[in-house]
Each structure stands twice: as structure tokens, then as C-alpha cells.
């Protein structure tokens, strides 16, 4: 697929990511953190609502803007094809809760369902590592179910070594997860 751009969110994309929100049938959006848009009770079905939400992923990046409690500043980028939206990628700027120590990590993305099998990923991946190395990090972590084996061969072919598979009874009665998860680390030097 040519034509492919990693750009910052933009309130300009709200149908493209509408659309995007209908394929994904009430599972987690991966990368996009619309937790924040339930956080503040804002519906991203609603034009000024998902302009307050654009905004607030644009704001977590800047160096003077505090996050809500209990997050970390974070930079967020969004692929897109012309004017449609095909996955975002977050990329937390330090691991600062239990939460993204044991399970989140520092990079999460993810692709709309429609978009997958182009090596979407990868492109979105290898955008955040340029940012984290930007931001001067020595290296990030990364994290995937055990059985998405797609996610586990982009995180390796962007240079991901596996630290170990923690057991869903490590990690699930604290996080809620119901599968073993992969734990990479990325060295950015």
C-alpha cells in the first residue's frame, strides 16, 4: 500500500475513525487510548467530543502539559492513507504506573481490522521508536498477547528481544488479563 503517512491526530479524520471504531466490534482500539474519551465521558460518535479528545492526545505530548492522574505523558501517532485513518500507535514516555511496568510497556498499536496483512504495524512501530529516540530513551518495552503471532513477529523485526512470557496467573488477577503475555525489550542506542 503506497501512500502511507504516520501524522499527529487530527479532528479532521473523525468519520474515517468512526468508520474504523465500527470494525473493531466493541474490542480494545489498541494504540488509539479512547479509554481517555470514557475518562471524560466524551462520545467520539460526537464531532465536538472527539475534537476534545484529538486535542488531549495532542496536549499529553507537550513537555508542560500534566496528564490526568494515574497516566504518563505519552506522543501518539495515526496512519492514515489520504483521508482514511488505519491504526494509531501511543508511545508512553516512561513507565511510570504498575500498570505499564508489568503489561502495557512503553509502545502500544494497533491496526483497524480492514487494514491488517500490509505490514501496517511495523510502519506504525518503527514512527514511535524514531519518537522514543527523540525523546532520548535508552530502550522501551513492549508487550503482546502470547498468541498474536503477528504482533510478536512486528515487535521482533523492530529489533524486539523477548524477556519472557509471564502467565496469565502472574498477571491476570492484577490486570484482568486472561492470556499469557510476551514481554520484549527494544534497545534504541
Same mark, same amino acid.
Not at 513537555?63 to 492522574?69: A, L, M
Given at each position: 500500500m503506497t501512500g502511507i503517512e504516520l501524522i499527529e491526530p487530527t479532528a479532521s479524520l473523525h468519520a474515517s475513525f468512526i468508520r474504523s471504531t465500527a470494525e473493531w466490534a466493541g474490542?480494545?482500539?489498541?494504540?488509539?487510548s479512547v479509554f481517555f474519551a470514557a475518562k471524560y465521558g466524551w462520545d467520539l460518535h460526537n464531532a465536538d467530543d472527539f475534537a476534545q479528545w484529538?486535542? #488531549? #492526545?495532542?496536549d499529553l505530548?507537550?513537555?508542560?502539559?500534566?496528564?490526568?492522574?494515574g497516566f504518563v505523558a505519552q506522543s501518539t501517532l495515526w496512519l492514515v492513507h489520504g483521508d482514511e485513518y488505519l491504526g494509531a500507535a501511543s508511545l508512553r514516555h516512561e513507565l511510570g504506573n504498575?500498570? #505499564?511496568?508489568?503489561?502495557?510497556?512503553?509502545?502500544?498499536?494497533?491496526?483497524?481490522?480492514?487494514?491488517?496483512g500490509n505490514r501496517l504495524a511495523r510502519i506504525a512501530l518503527a514512527g514511535s521508536l524514531e519518537q522514543a529516540r527523540n525523546l532520548g530513551l535508552p530502550r522501551v518495552m513492549l508487550t503482546c498477547n502470547d498468541s498474536n503471532i503477528a504482533s510478536a513477529r512486528t515487535i521482533e523485526a523492530c529489533g524486539g528481544v523477548l524477556e519472557s512470557i509471564a502467565p496469565v496467573s502472574e498477571i491476570g488477577p492484577r490486570f484482568g488479563s486472561r492470556e499469557d503475555l510476551r514481554r520484549y525489550w527494544i534497545e534504541l542506542g
Open positions: 474490542t480494545d482500539q489498541d494504540g488509539a484529538v486535542q #488531549l #492526545l495532542k505530548e507537550t513537555p508542560d502539559f500534566t496528564p490526568p492522574e504498575d500498570f #505499564l511496568r508489568e503489561v502495557g510497556g512503553h509502545i502500544g498499536y494497533g491496526i483497524r481490522p480492514s487494514a491488517r
